[in-house]
């Protein structure tokens, strides 16, 4: 919708003020009564899948510039914020979380151009700052300030980069939370803007070359901007001070319109690497090499779709990729752009028993990343290939970074887990030494919890680790609040990070859990393989079997069980929650994939049916309907005390999966457990969202969870 969605209409009571009780462990719980807003069923909506009729009755509700959904979505926002201001203490929730939110946080420094960049925000402030200086000991200039864009501080900064000779930062700014970008150039100079104006971007970089850069944009849309399919993107080169109807075309496929390109250059800007996806795993490669001009031919590297690639880096007409090819946890290989044929490559750094996830060329050394149960450990190798040490680690949690130049000595990158602040250090490549640049200065006793991993077995044996935090001391007797987490796709890892949102929770005794599915990158392709297409149901599997872990080590119990997961976690909960409703107490599914028979046809969906499958194939109808939480919804079912979470610009996963999803929720389950959705205005999938609207979002998450599972917060 391209208008704010009020919260409060006038009109009928759609919620009623009085309460009942209910029995938790042995505790009377107030109960809030609920009564849903009517809504138009159209029953003469149906779709034939391979002859098997399947109805839609709340079709209606995908279109979202319509006044009928707008007046639905105004009705269910009046009953949502009715509930919620009627829990005594969510603003109590809300004050504290904003006392603990406000606290200085940085970014790692980075250096392009000459300059130094960081973002910084002050604590409160809805958006970070982009500062910059031209060495670390002068006093930081504001570069970019997002929250003096936008009154309500939903304009925000979504994309950085600086021309090598540091003459031009290129930005891409988001509005509302769409993923639509809009890029911009400032002088480095004066700061001042250039007339410069590129939109319609999506899913894209700024990559500099000479006195231009490299972008990936689509047509503009016909229709919605936040729903219509995202199709036909192209590569462009932009010089500086032309008009975009004057840029050069330089990639197109109309053959395959669904096709996604990105095109960035080498840092010597020799070459312009383009990488092609039919979806968000695997990619080709192909290279141009611009010292013979942009007609230059391309020279293809990777031809199929079938694995991961990426160039990190090069050394004349030698080319470093990371790949997945013949290798399922990612090696480094050196391959000669004169004879590119994959017999010819040579294996810098092989394969190894933990999943490569990213290297960096600093100080002359490749600085390799890997997981180990979910936990960083970096590895340094000498530009031969030969391991020299390992980068010493302040526990067990996750590095980002490294950040740094392959010509210069210094470098930084950031260290975090579930109960430690990010931290900054400064690295010496030659010494091997890390000092503390920036330290987090929160306003919590951190030492007062303790972060453990546990291991438990699925439902096929299979063992999944699980992170669980709490306060030190817990008693394990089946009667502790908890909150389990989790994702389970798209090759994603889920690591240990500091979340203040989450001590809120831990404070008044309860417990975190994040279960690392199989479907993410925890241990390589073949833990993302036994977790996505037809192996779906592993992933769902994995995270049942983790609340049952929990219930048999006393951690909790299905009434003191809650849990929570966005986008495809969103699919997640979904799917858990139609499956096994007799498990949890609260389920939290936010932005999620919810109608897995459609889900194609919004936006950028198209592009996960490499994770999922398409419902316009008989075999992969047969799986999806299996497991789609929309469709099985059953009637006459208590399901768990539900707050569905979406956001009217998200247009990544569209709010009609949600929309959907609670319409045929609240007319289907029994019981008194109340089914509720919240939808926040001005916002989208996630990225960008203002620290006010954060803060408003986790206020009620947590008012509506403590609420039902029957906790006290004094």
Not at 71 to 78: G, I, L, P, S, T
Not at 445 to 474: L, N, R
Not at 666 to 690: E, M
Not at 697 to 704: L, P, Q, V
């Amino acid at each position: 919708m391209h208008k704010p969605i009020l919260l409060f209409i006038s009109g009928a009571v759609l919620i009623s003020c009085g309460k009942n009780t209910c029995k938790t462990n042995d505790k009377v719980v107030d109960q809030i009564k609920v009564e849903y807003p009517s809504i138009r069923k159209d029953t003469t909506v149906q779709d034939n899948y391979f002859g098997t009729m399947i109805k839609d009755p709340y079709r209606w509700l995908e279109n979202d510039t319509t006044e009928e959904t707008k007046n639905w979505v105004e009705a269910e926002n009046k009953v949502t914020f009715g509930y919620l201001g009627q829990i005594t203490f969510r603003d109590k929730i809300k004050t504290r979380l904003t006392e603990i939110w406000n606290y200085p946080k940085y970014s790692t420094p980075f250096k392009e151009g000459g300059y130094y960049f960081f973002y910084k925000n002050d604590g409160l402030q809805n958006q970070s700052v982009l500062y910059f200086h031209k060495k670390l000991e002068d006093e930081p200039q504001v570069l970019i300030d997002p929250n003096k864009l936008s009154t309500d501080g939903t304009t925000s900064l979504s994309g950085f980069s600086v021309s090598k000779d540091g003459k031009y930062a290129g930005y891409s700014l988001s509005e509302g939370g769409s993923d639509w970008q809009t890029i911009y150039v400032l002088n480095m100079a004066d700061q001042k803007e250039t007339p410069d104006k590129i939109k319609w971007v999506k899913f894209s970089g700024i990559s500099w070359y000479k006195n231009g850069f490299f972008y990936s944009r689509f047509p503009a849309p016909r229709g919605s901007e936040l729903s219509t399919e995202n199709e036909n993107q192209k590569v462009y080169y932009h010089q500086m001070g032309t008009a975009q109807e004057k840029d050069m075309l330089v990639y197109e496929d109309a053959t395959n319109p669904k096709h996604g390109h990105y095109g960035g250059v080498s840092e010597d800007e020799r070459w312009l690497i383009l990488a092609t996806t039919t979806g968000t795993y695997g990619n080709t490669l192909k290279i141009k090499d611009l010292s013979k001009g942009f007609s230059a031919p391309w020279i293809s590297i990777v031809n199929d779709f079938k694995n991961e690639s990426s160039v990190i880096d090069n050394e004349g007409e030698d080319i470093y990729v990371m790949t997945n090819i013949n290798a399922d946890k990612y090696r480094v290989v050196k391959i000669n752009t004169a004879n590119p044929d994959q017999k010819n490559w040579t294996t810098l750094i092989p394969e190894a028993e933990n999943v490569m996830t990213g290297i960096t060329n600093i100080g002359g050394k490749w600085f390799v990343s890997y997981l180990k149960d979910a936990c960083s450990v970096v590895k340094v190798f000498d530009h031969a290939g030969k391991y020299l040490y390992d980068v010493e680690l302040p526990t067990r949690g996750t590095v980002g970074g490294f950040s740094g130049k392959k010509e210069e000595k210094e470098a930084f990158y950031v260290f975090t887990s579930f109960n430690m602040p990010p931290t900054i250090y400064k690295y010496d490549t030659d010494a091997n030494k890390s000092d503390i640049f920036r330290k987090s200065e929160i306003k919590f006793k951190t030492d007062d919890y303790e972060v453990k991993q546990e291991f438990y077995a699925s439902k096929d044996g299979t063992k999944i680790p699980m992170f669980i935090v709490h306060k030190k001391g817990i008693k394990l007797n089946g009667k502790n609040p908890t909150l389990l987490y989790g994702y389970g796709g798209f090759d994603i890892s889920i690591l240990p990070s500091f979340q203040i949102q989450q001590m809120v929770f831990l404070e008044k005794g309860g417990v975190y859990a994040v279960a690392n599915l199989r479907g993410g990158g925890e241990y390589g392709q073949e833990w993302h393989k036994a977790g996505m297409l037809e192996k779906k149901q592993n992933v769902f599997d994995d995270f049942i079997a983790a609340a049952e872990y929990l219930i048999e080590k006393k951690y909790t119990n299905p009434k003191k069980l809650a849990i929570h997961g966005r986008s495809n976690g969103g699919l997640l909960v979904g799917a858990v929650m139609t499956q096994r409703p007799d498990l949890f107490k609260v389920a939290l599914p936010a932005v999620g994939v919810l109608d897995m028979l459609r889900y194609h046809k919004f936006t950028i969906g198209h592009a996960w049916a490499v994770e999922y499958g398409s419902s316009d194939t008989e075999t992969d109808f047969k799986n999806l309907i299996k497991y789609s939480p929309l469709h099985n919804i059953k009637p006459g079912v208590e399901y768990p005390c539900t707050m569905i979470l979406t956001a009217d610009h998200d247009d990544r996963v569209v709010p009609a999966h949600s929309f959907k999803f609670a319409a045929t929720l609240q007319a289907n389950h029994k019981g008194t457990n109340p089914v509720l959705i919240r939808i926040d205005t001005k916002a989208g999938h996630g990225a960008g969202k203002s620290t006010t609207m954060a803060i408003d979002e986790w206020a009620d998450i947590w008012a509506f969870t403590m609420f039902n599972l029957g906790m006290d917060y004094k």
